[in-house]
């Protein structure tokens, strides 16, 4: 028999995991459009927990219309919902424990829920950019050398478009004495959101819907009551990096966290060795840059200057290089990809026979740009051990080298196009047998880099390839630690959102829910709830595109 609370969820049309079984004195959090429950976070909580109690507080009003108080001492009869790590939850023995890369656990009681993962605040290092004026002004650039102790370029330049100002009446309890209207609290892409995740992870269960950025995109269902579930459950992503690289407004870096991204600090995926092509670089050593026609080649307005990785002053300099970031910036890794494509191995004495032209265009010099990375990752290795050197698999060095047999245990492998989901359902076979070439190459999990078609990128059309996308993710659970997904160059994602969102809402819903995620659903779900009576004939459509 179906206890009272599946019978009012399921009534509103939703599907929902957990049922709570019958009871006698049902525990209601909205009771009739009642609140009879109170969100309890910290005396001084972390950034993130604010934000996560604010969105429970919200969307359990706009579902019910009931305002559930925001308290940091429990008041006595009203089920508690403990949002983030407080004292109540330590009491109650529920921690964050082994909940990484926004896991999170949600745990009730007679009369008490816990939502809670890592919440982790983001501390930037020394020198960051505060905006884009002191990297303009070249002030960031020379703090940087004056810690770096090199001319190399900062690398950190794109780190303040990941810092959000926030209202500062956001998650405040009701007690506290109201803020100023200009007053603000900050948070970072960067910060870790287990307890967030867990209060949209509830949400999404109750049936709202995050499917565009904005209003326009909630789907909120309406309940006048809302049961205090029977629940225990600790919920893993499937990858560790779910990073979405567009900058744009809060409300769309909001929609994003929403859907369970996630963004490493300081993730350094493509073309790092771009930085050492300086013109300071460039005039005290010509010679670490490329020879095309009998000349070293220098273009003060292009970042994608080439070197010479036959040069063994370059090999330590590069080097040197890495390992400042490191001691500055303490990132996880730090990439020495070559800038852009390297479309023609430099034509120095050094470098001559060094391209491997019967291996094609996209593997020609795949054996003289990964012996660099490879024999960079063993250097640094020596004084950085557990940091990681990242290269990309792209253009002339796509495919995997055929002069090493396994890579340093410190270079992480990132295959760009290794999903490539533009090219529909018939190109996969292809994509996966690249994907999979590099497996034997390296003990560690590969990562994907990502360009997704979007109108703002011109040449590409919007593309609806639901199934693509979700099988090709649901593939590389278990190889992948995870992605880095551009959306546009100029990371504008405004004014076509109607195609674009569906992309990156449909991944992101992928990168949760297990190898077995259920692509199918996931697409009816989205045309029924996000086109209504015209849903079918929308699903018609997104089934036409990928013939
Ligand atoms: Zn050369």
Known sequence: MMSKACVVLVAAGFF????????????????????????????????????????????????SGARLPIVT????????????????????????????????????????????????????????????ASIASGELQKAWEAVAGGPWGVPNTTMWKDRHKIPATVGLPDAAPQPGKNEYFEVWAYDERGSYNAVCGFLHKLGVRWLLPGELGEIVPRMDSIPLPKIDETVQPDFEIRQFSFHGPWEWAQWAMRLGARSPYGLQTAHGMSRLGRPEIFAAHPDWFA???????????????????????????????????????????????????????????????????????????????????????KEVAKTHPGKLIYCCAYGTYSLPPTNIDKLEPNVQVLIVGGRRPKSGVAQQAEIRAFRESWLPKTDRPIMIFENYPLTNRGWYLPC???????????????????????????QEFDGAAAFDAFQVYFTARMYWGGKEQDIEALLDEYCRLLYGPAGDAMKAFFDYCEL
């Not at 593939?475 to 546009?488: D, F, L």
Request: net charge negative; proline share 7%.
């Open 464 to 490: 609806f390839m639901a199934r693509t996308i979700g099988q090709s993710i649901n593939e590389t659970k278990g190889i992948s630690r995870g992605e880095e997904i551009w959306i546009s160059p100029h």
């Open 16 to 63: 929902v995991a957990t049922c709570v079984a019958p009871v006698q004195a049902e525990p209601w959090i909205v009771e009739k459009g009642q609140p009879r429950a109170e969100i309890v976070i910290a005396e001084h909580p972390v950034r993130t927990v604010r934000l996560a109690a604010a969105d429970l507080q919200e969307y359990v009003q706009k579902m």
């Open 291 to 377: 020879m095309y026609g009998g000349k070293r080649r220098f273009d003060p307005e292009s970042k994608n200057n080439h070197f010479c990785y036959s040069n063994e002053e370059l090999f330590r300099e590069t080097v040197r290089y890495v390992r400042a970031q490191f001691d500055v910036y303490d990132f996880e890794g730090v990439s020495v990809m070559p800038p852009d494509a390297y479309i023609s191995i430099c034509q120095c004495p050094l470098c001559e026979g060094k391209a491997d032209p019967d291996r094609g265009p996209r593997g020609v010099l795949s054996n003289h740009v990964w012996d660099f990375v490879n024999r960079v990752a």
């Open 73 to 132: 001492q429990p008041s006595g009869n009203a089920i508690k919902l403990y949002v983030g790590r407080s004292p109540d939850t330590d009491r109650l023995g529920i921690t964050a424990e082994g909940l990484k890369y926004g896991a999170y656990r949600l745990v009730s009681g007679d009369d008490w829920m816990v939502f809670l993962g890592d919440d982790t605040e983001f501390v930037p290092r020394e020198p960051w950019p505060r905006s884009n």
